[in-house]
């Protein structure tokens, strides 16, 4: 059968991209673990790694760096899954959590509990938050609740996929109208918290927030990589997933829910970071193909590897000073994207 | 093997399906006609279990009754169009044995999808992504897909859309020869000679009931002036009749 064999040969070529993205974020994240205003070298970046070097190089490797890198990796993990899922779920390329207005209810939840009084920026500009796990929970809370909203409705009514994406779009515009309104009636210092809260931060991640996400993450991950026939069959149309024996609506709600449900939790920590959703699934649709069998695991190195970059670049460009990740992120995504759009479409 | 026994259905306020009464057996290949809007496609999806639709029963069991996965062992059902997307020809055609298998599919899984490609001769395909090849290759892929299913009953929607003259003669030929393997292959078909010369019965539809059911002696210029409106001859070549509109 040489058809089988050829078509286990493309399987093949599709681990060896899995190995070439997952060497390249070892590569950037130890490059990322030794640069900094204070100096490591890799050398003894490896020996803080495997339990050696001195108390210095550890504390700001293992306290500081480290933290912020694995936040990188299991962040843009997240947001590639989710993304690449949603993508497949609702047949649409420019679904993200973030068109279920996830940002944006993060956004207002983040505000309502600064407000509220759980934090305001002192007048050097430094952020303060007293309470930051109220603002957190709040985020959280703002970011699910679009999407619940949308679900409830999808069910309810049995809303397409279309319709779901702009379902979407309205609760983004409702959510960012109720920013704008609590933020009408917050004082300045309580507004700059606002602002620099809006500015993702992977800094905010410390040991406990990734223990929390990388739970979240692996549960979310393997459920997709078990889903991953349904996956393909969802992106040949409905029709075809039923005539295939996949309950395509419930599958449709849970994974959409899922996805929004990581998202959530990774914009609580660190706020919203921009495009990783929507460049990490596409890059790799057009290296490896459509099959959620590579795409997941490829979507979510990707993902990673991406966000890990960017990070490095918004610390060291500018170094001492640290631009906000998203910044970089948007910067550097959004003419990447329109590339990818532009060769998607030259391939039809 | 498969039955419509009453069935009706409705779109909101819009009854598109009347009290339907069809049974299709084993070996039978049935070809359902009738003008745009007669329902046809309605009642191949209510046939399929894609509608809820009363009164449907796969081997005498009502279809919804069947868990999914079962049912798509079943029953395999090609839609009017399908979506091209960055899966492979190959994986899309692999989606056919997604009831059959656990998290990864077998040797013979992957077999199966070999000989299904074989079948419709686009094994040259295999590995192209279904956005790169035509309309009509994706046609036979979707074709493809549901022949891997390994269904007892094949429903099909317009499966000769989009397709070339030879391929849909190989498309037509496939699904008499199927028909033969003891399969019901039920087809909407809009070109009316080519149901007449290959299928071997006739479901005639018109404003979501049936009009006419039966081989080629229901065929009469009284029926298709009845059916679509218009005024035709039929002829005769090399034996097939053939339906001319004059």
Redesign the interface.
């Known amino acids: 059968?040489p058809?089988?064999m050829?078509?286990k040969a493309?399987l093949r070529r599709k681990l060896l991209i899995g190995l070439v993205l997952f060497l390249s974020l070892l590569a950037v994240s130890l490059l990322s673990l030794s640069s900094g205003p204070y100096h490591v070298s890799v050398k003894e970046v490896l020996a803080v790694l495997f339990g050696g070097g001195n108390r210095d190089d550890r504390l700001v490797l293992l306290g500081i760096r480290l933290p912020r890198i694995v936040a990188g990796i299991l962040v843009g993990a997240s947001m590639g899954v989710a993304g690449a899922v949603l993508q497949g779920y609702l047949?649409n390329p420019l679904a993200t959590p973030f068109t279920m207005g996830v940002s944006h209810g993060a956004m207002f939840g983040a505000s309502l509990a600064i407000i509220l009084g759980a934090g305001y920026s002192l007048n050097s500009g430094q952020v303060f938050l007293n309470n930051p796990y109220a603002v957190v929970l709040f985020a959280f809370l703002g970011a699910i609740s679009a999407t619940l909203v949308i679900l409830a409705l999808a069910r309810l009514r049995g809303l397409s996929p279309e319709a779901i994406v702009l379902a979407g779009v309205a609760m983004s515009s409702l959510y960012s109208a109720l920013t704008t309104l609590v933020q009408y009636f917050a004082n300045e210092l309580q507004l700059s918290a606002m602002v620099y809260w809006s500015f993702g931060n992977l800094a905010r991640a410390t040991w406990r927030e990734n223990a929390i996400m990388a739970i979240a993450f692996a549960f979310v991950f393997v459920y997709f990589l078990?889903k991953?026939?349904d996956l393909?069959?969802s992106?040949?149309?409905d029709?075809?997933a039923?005539?295939?024996?996949?309950?395509i609506e419930r599958e449709r709600l849970v994974g959409t829910l899922l996805s929004a449900f990581i998202t959530s939790v990774t914009v609580a920590f660190v706020g919203v970071i921009g495009f990783v959703g929507l460049i990490a699934p596409h890059s790799m649709?057009l290296i490896a193909?459509?099959?959620y069998r590579s795409l997941i695991p490829l979507s979510a190195l990707a993902g990673a590897l991406l966000l890990v970059s960017a990070d490095t670049i918004a610390r060291l460009i500018v170094s001492p000073m640290t631009l906000p990740v998203g910044v970089i992120t948007s910067f550097l995504g959004a003419p990447t994207f329109i590339y990818l759009l532009v060769k998607m479409e030259g391939?039809? | 093997m498969i039955e419509a026994r009453n069935v009706g259905f409705s779109y909101g306020e819009r009854e598109v399906l009347r009290g339907i009464n069809l049974e299709v057996g084993e070996g039978e290949f049935v070809a359902i006609l009738g003008p745009n809007g007669a329902g046809k496609s309605t009642l191949l999806?209510c046939l399929?279990?894609?509608l809820k639709c009363n009164g449907v029963f796969v081997k005498d069991r009502p279809i919804g009754d069947y868990p999914?996965?079962?049912?798509?062992?079943v029953l395999?059902?090609?839609?009017q169009r399908?979506?091209p997307?960055?899966?492979?020809v190959?994986?899309?055609v692999l989606?056919?044995r997604?009831?059959y298998?656990g998290?990864t599919p077998s040797?013979r899984d992957?077999?199966v999808?070999?000989e299904a490609?074989r079948k419709l001769s686009i094994?040259k395909l295999?590995?192209k992504?279904t956005?790169?090849i035509s309309g009509g290759e994706l046609q036979k892929v979707?074709i493809a897909?549901?022949l891997a299913?390994e269904p007892e009953i094949l429903l099909m929607d317009e499966p000769t859309n989009n397709l070339d003259l030879k391929s849909q003669l190989e498309v037509m030929r496939l699904a008499r020869e199927l028909a033969k393997e003891g399969k019901a292959v039920l087809t909407v078909m809009h070109d009316v000679n080519l149901a007449l010369r290959f299928a071997k019965r006739f479901v005639f539809m018109k404003n979501g009931r049936k009009i006419a059911d039966g081989g080629l002696e229901v065929l009469s210029e009284e029926l298709f002036k009845e059916v679509y409106g218009v005024k035709v001859e039929i002829g005769e070549i090399r034996g097939v009749p053939v339906v001319m509109p004059i």
């Open positions: 059968m058809m089988v050829d078509y493309y047949r078990i991953r026939w393909n069959a992106t040949l149309g029709e075809i039923k005539s295939v024996g996949v309950n649709r193909g459509g099959d391939r039809r | 999806r399929a279990g894609i999914p996965r079962e049912l798509s062992k395999a059902y090609v839609p399908a979506e997307g960055f899966l492979t190959f994986g899309t989606l056919g997604r009831p298998m998290l040797e992957l077999n999808v070999e490609l094994e295999a590995l992504r956005n790169e979707s897909r549901a299913q």
